[in-house]
């Protein structure tokens, strides 16, 4: 077992790991430099881990295929969300539905986008955790 780290904490479980953003190999480093909340910048990574040196970038290009899994996230909110508001607002004119999928889907962009991306290099970024990194490479500066 790894030992926790100054200013990072830990997170054995990889699927946690994918949940909080954090490095496929390390499961300390953020995957994105800012908050979800910055409009401008909630899709800016670092090129690399900021604990282990773990690329984030595997090729150029790499996130592209992240489009797929965006897409499937929103066909899935677009699909929930329509059974609820028919349920829930029994059947309403559709700018009902237009207007409350749009916004759901506006308002989770960033989480979505973010969630895409570290499922895409959790699935093919070709890095897999590594509890013993530290003792193996020594601090990355
Ligand atoms: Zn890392």
Redesign the pocket.
């Known amino acids: 077992m790894a030992e926790p780290t100054d200013s990072y904490e830990l997170v054995d479980s990889t699927a946690l790991a994918l949940l909080k953003l954090?490095?496929p190999?390390?499961?300390?480093?953020k995957l994105f430099s800012t908050s979800a909340l910055n409009v401008t910048q909630f899709a800016q990574m670092p090129a690399q881990?900021p604990?282990?040196?773990?690329s984030f970038e595997p090729e150029p290009g790499f996130y592209f295929g992240s489009m797929y899994i965006t897409f499937a996230f929103n066909v899935g909110t677009f699909l929930v969300l329509g059974v609820l508001i028919y349920y829930l607002l029994g059947n309403p004119d559709t700018w009902v539905y237009v207007a409350i999928i749009t916004g759901v889907t506006v308002l989770f962009t960033p989480l979505i986008l973010r969630y895409s991306r570290a499922l895409m290099l959790y699935l093919f970024g070709g890095a897999r955790y590594d509890a013993k990194?530290r003792s193996r490479h020594g601090r990355a500066s």
């Open positions: 954090r490095c190999r390390c499961h300390q480093g881990c604990v282990c040196g773990q990194w």
